[in-house]
């Protein structure tokens, strides 16, 4: 049992079962061991390896999303640009590398990086130096203003509750203590649910549901902001519009483990249903969600990648080992990110944006939801 494992169960013999989004949030955020909290687990030597991290392509076109609807929205001169969860930051600085072209921008922008980490807060500030980044606890310190905002695999670490269905009741997915030593799962006892209930009309019997609240708040939060004072906002994660089922799952290494195998050790998450975001949106346009492949090659990521591949090729072709291996690299990056066995449909773009303003760059105006129904 990990050191946290045994504060866990100190906890569980003290106060009794665990929900789920308590267990995640202790996992995830502990001061002491949490898994962010002392750790970078990004890349092929960590747990995980996220989009940014494969390819500058993927940073370089949202830069290039964000300052055209900055543009389209009338170029404020002073806005917030907001990231959520930035990890390395590697997302952040590809994209201001594009995005500084457009005159203005860089200057009018007010960098804040929203992250509890302070091991990842370190990893940022050695990238984003230059770009003078501001940090904020959460989405309430930011300051007011225009929004425009990237959340790119954030709304799946945000702690989540499950419940299964039983008859006209549901029960709650709790952790406690196994014996002889150890966690479990178990279910609480069956309570009347009608949100649950409005939410999920359709699920069968024995159906696993799973409800965030942080997540929805957020996105509550990024709405109103952007409803009332102007801006865009991208949310890119796994997960799809709607749906049931238990999508927990724990990472390390690059492998899947049990989610109460390591306790603090391993990434815990879960996907994102997009249609609570989009409805806790309200008062914002919600457009999409897209398959993340489809809203990078609208974006011109194949452009892009013969761009940067022919910038390594020779005229005539590569004709030595380094540089064929450099444009193979491009095109494996392409491929990770956008085909449909790889990135290109579990991971889905959501975007919002205010009233009244111009089309949103990726979507199709037919993707533009009148009303989250
Ligand atoms: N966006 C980055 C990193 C994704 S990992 C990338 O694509 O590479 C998740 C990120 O969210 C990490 O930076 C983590 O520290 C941060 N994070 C997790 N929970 C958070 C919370 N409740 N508030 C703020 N940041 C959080």
């Not at 990004?42 to 290039?64: H, K, N, R, V, Y």
């Not at 904020?136 to 203003?145: E, T």
Request: hydrophobic fraction near 45%; glycine fraction near 12%.
């Amino acid at each position: 049992m990990t050191p946290l494992g045994e504060v866990i169960e100190r906890l569980i013999a003290e106060h009794g079962p665990m929900r789920l989004d308590e267990y995640m949030a202790l996992c995830l955020g502990h001061p002491e061991h949490g898994y962010y909290t002392r750790r970078d687990p990004l890349g092929a030597g960590g747990d995980f390896t996220t989009a940014p991290e494969i390819s500058q392509m993927f940073g370089e076109l949202i830069g290039a999303w964000l300052a055209e609807v900055w543009q389209g929205r009338g170029a404020p001169e002073r806005f917030v640009l907001a990231e959520l969860g930035p990890g390395r930051g590697t997302l952040m600085r590809d994209a201001l590398r594009v995005a500084a072209r457009v005159p203005g921008f860089a200057s009018a922008a007010e960098l804040w990086l929203v992250e509890t980490s302070p091991a990842l807060r370190a990893r940022q500030a050695e990238l984003l130096g230059p770009f003078r980044p501001n940090w904020a606890g959460r989405l309430d310190d930011l300051p007011p203003g225009p929004l425009f905002l990237v959340a790119n695999e954030f709304f799946d670490a945000l702690p989540a509750r499950q419940f299964r269905r039983a008859d006209m009741a549901w029960c709650e997915r709790l952790v406690i203590r196994a014996e002889p030593s150890g966690l479990a799962f178990a279910w609480g006892p069956p309570r009347p649910e009608p949100e649950l209930a409005r939410r999920f009309p359709l699920a069968p019997d024995g159906a696993i549901v799973e409800v965030n609240a942080g997540a929805e708040a957020a996105a509550a939060w990024i709405g109103a902001r952007i409803a009332a004072e102007g801006g865009a906002a991208l949310v890119i994660d796994y997960g799809d519009w709607d749906g049931t089922g238990d999508t927990l799952q724990a990472v390390k290494a690059h492998r899947f483990v049990g989610a109460l195998e390591d306790p603090g050790a391993a990434d815990l998450t879960t996907h994102v249903r997009f249609r609570a975001l989009g409805e806790a949106a309200g008062p914002a346009i919600v457009a999409g969600p897209v398959p993340q492949g489809v809203f990078l090659e609208r974006l011109g990521i194949t452009a892009r990648a013969n761009a940067l591949a022919r910038g390594l090729a020779p005229a005539g072709g590569p004709d030595r080992g380094g540089e064929a291996d450099a444009v193979e690299a491009i095109v494996r990056a392409h491929r990770r990110l956008t085909h449909p066995d790889e990135m290109g449909i579990l991971f889905r773009v959501l975007g919002l944006t205010s009233r009244g303003s111009a089309r949103l760059p990726g979507f199709d105006p037919a993707e533009i939801r009148a009303s989250t129904d």
